[in-house]
T-cell receptor, first 113, second 113 residues
Framework: DTGVSQDPRHKITKRGQNVTFRCDPISEHNRLYWYRQTLGQGPEFLTYFQNEAQLEKSRLLSDRFSAERPKGSFSTLEIQRTEQGDSAMYLC???????????FGSGTRLTVV | AQSVSQHNHHVILSEAASLELGCNYSYGGTVNLFWYVQYPGQHLQLLLKYFSGDPLVKGIKGFEAEFIKSKFSFNLRKPSVQWSDTAEYFCAVNIDSGYALNFGKGTSLLVTP
């Protein structure tokens, strides 16, 4: 097991395009989290899954953001109609239920031009 | 508003100097406290965590932190830093055993030879 994997590492897109990021958590972890980190800031919580259920999504930044975890394994984060303000590092983390041992991935850096 | 404050945004130390990074939070409920480190080009890694018990917790690489409930603080310390400690350090708080981590803005540490 090599930890939490995120793909792609970097994404450059034109404003208005849709983008999708993938996260593969540690295999035995049933909880998965998405965070966003902008320059000079700490990570900001976006959403959270327990198995395939999205238990918290009210902190997604707008209705252009959505996330899925269809089989309780990998997850995708989609941003529709990207804006320049969406440029950031998008981080995924996973953990076991009842454990606060979050393991973070290396992130996907999004640049919207 | 609930928040996590890290007082020093940039710290420069010489090797062998002592380190203390401040972290204060404003939550009134039960808290779990964390320090994460991000080395250049790497993902966030857990340094140490506090849930309960002895307020002085020891982490990896010689780091320790002290939880002072009356001061709402969780400062990170290391008696003698090394060049390899150059990194970004983030304090994070989990409140009321919830799922999200609330991060501070981070402190960038540069250790010079």
């Amino acid at each position: 097991d090599t930890g939490v994997s995120q793909d792609p590492r970097h994404k450059i897109t034109k404003r208005g395009q849709n983008v999708t990021f993938r996260c593969d958590p540690i295999s035995e972890h049933n909880r998965l989290y998405w965070y966003r980190q902008t320059l000079g800031q700490g990570p900001e919580f976006l959403t959270y899954f327990q198995n395939e259920a999205q238990l918290e999504k009210s902190r997604l930044l707008s209705d252009r953001f959505s996330a899925e975890r269809p089989k309780g394994s990998f997850s995708t984060l989609e941003i529709q109609r990207t804006e320049q303000g969406d440029s950031a590092m998008y981080l995924c983390a996973s953990s076991l239920q009842g454990s606060y041992g979050y393991t973070f991935g290396s992130g996907t850096r999004l640049t919207v031009v | 508003a609930q928040s996590v404050s890290q007082h020093n945004h940039h710290v420069i130390l010489s090797e062998a100097a002592s380190l203390e990074l401040g972290c204060n939070y404003s939550y009134g409920g039960t808290v779990n406290l964390f320090w994460y480190v991000q080395y250049p080009g790497q993902h966030l890694q857990l340094l140490l965590k506090y849930f309960s018990g002895d307020p002085l917790v020891k982490g990896i690489k010689g780091f320790e932190a002290e939880f002072i409930k009356s001061k709402f603080s969780f400062n990170l310390r290391k008696p003698s830093v090394q060049w390899s400690d150059t990194a970004e350090y983030f304090c994070a708080v989990n409140i009321d055993s919830g799922y999200a981590l609330n991060f501070g803005k981070g402190t960038s540490l540069l250790v010079t030879p």
